[in-house]
């Protein structure tokens, strides 16, 4: 179902100028969301929906408890606040627009919109080097601490034989489940700050490894660009990543292979 909120005007001190942060000026805001309200729809009950008071509530919230430079800036932050707060709401677009914006020419009106989406993410972890239990558990650890990520379930882990005739040591395995409203890319950017800070080196390809972090499934996008291909290739060929799969989402298709995980 779709919800909006048109024209919520909040007066607030956003911008790089010195004025704009000690002079309050109207900033409005148009709200898109997309939930799940069906049930709210057929029993008529307003605890299963969203609560558009609340929302204007936290966009009100985030707007007047500090100053941004960038409306680029608050649109996302009310965008992440919305989606954190209100578990219905599936994806959210934020127009944020600022009619008094200092620009030396005559304008109806300045907009900058901010677009996330909830997605169910499923990675694969991997370990052949150190504590590697220990190490996946601390990479879990440090997904879960993302903003934007909620890791909701984990598989077992498991061990088995290096492939691809580089590596020489025993990995652990095991796959994470992900409620996600980071980009692709975005989530792609923070899994490759913890391997580092984990100690991964990529200096020999399909060696041993302190951690590798794969992203498996996102949603059901099919992403081929620079440094990133989801679903990840080759993976239904990998055992020590099925296997893990095939304990948290059996029933997910491929939205390449359009096989079940289950049938892999």
Not at 51 to 68: D, F, G, L, Q, R
């Given at each position: 179902m779709k919800i909006e909120i048109s024209a919520l005007e909040i007066m607030a001190t956003h911008g790089v100028l010195a004025e704009e942060k000690s002079n309050p000026q109207p900033f409005l805001f148009d709200i898109t969301m997309q939930a799940d309200c069906e049930e709210a729809a057929l029993r008529d009950d307003l605890a299963k929906t969203v609560?558009?008071?609340?929302?204007?509530?936290?966009?009100?919230?985030?707007?007047?408890?500090?100053?941004?430079n960038l409306i680029e800036a608050l649109a996302r932050e009310c965008?992440?606040?919305?989606?954190?707060?209100?578990a219905r709401v599936t994806s959210i677009e934020v127009k944020l627009s600022k009619p008094q914006a200092p620009?030396?020419?005559?304008?109806?009106?300045?907009?900058?919109s901010y677009y996330a989406e909830r997605n169910r993410v499923y990675l694969s972890l991997g370990s052949s080097q150190g504590d590697r239990e220990r190490t996946i558990k601390?990479?879990?650890g440090k997904l879960s601490a993302l903003r934007g990520v909620e890791v909701l379930r984990t598989s077992s882990m498991i061990r088995t034989a290096p492939v691809g005739g580089?590596?020489?040591?025993?990995?652990?395995?095991?796959a994470a489940e992900l409620d996600c409203f980071l980009t692709p890319r975005a989530l792609l950017d923070k899994i490759h700050t913890i391997e580092a800070h984990l100690g991964?080196?990529?200096?020999?390809?399909?060696?041993?490894?302190?951690?590798d972090i794969d992203i498996i499934f996102f949603g059901d996008k099919v992403i081929a660009e620079d440094g990133l291909a989801i679903p990840h290739p080759l993976y239904s060929d990998r055992q020590f990543v099925t296997g893990p799969l095939k304990q948290l989402c059996p029933e997910k298709?491929?939205?390449?292979?359009?096989r079940?995980?289950?049938?892999m």
């Open positions: 609560n558009y008071s609340e929302v204007c509530a936290t966009v009100t919230k985030v707007a007047t408890a500090k100053s941004y965008a992440f606040s919305i989606l954190e707060n209100f620009v030396k020419a005559k304008f109806g009106n300045i907009s900058v601390s990479a879990i580089v590596a020489k040591n025993e990995f652990v395995n095991c991964r080196v990529r200096n020999e390809r399909w060696g041993d490894r302190t951690i298709v491929c939205p390449l292979t359009h079940a995980v289950k049938d």
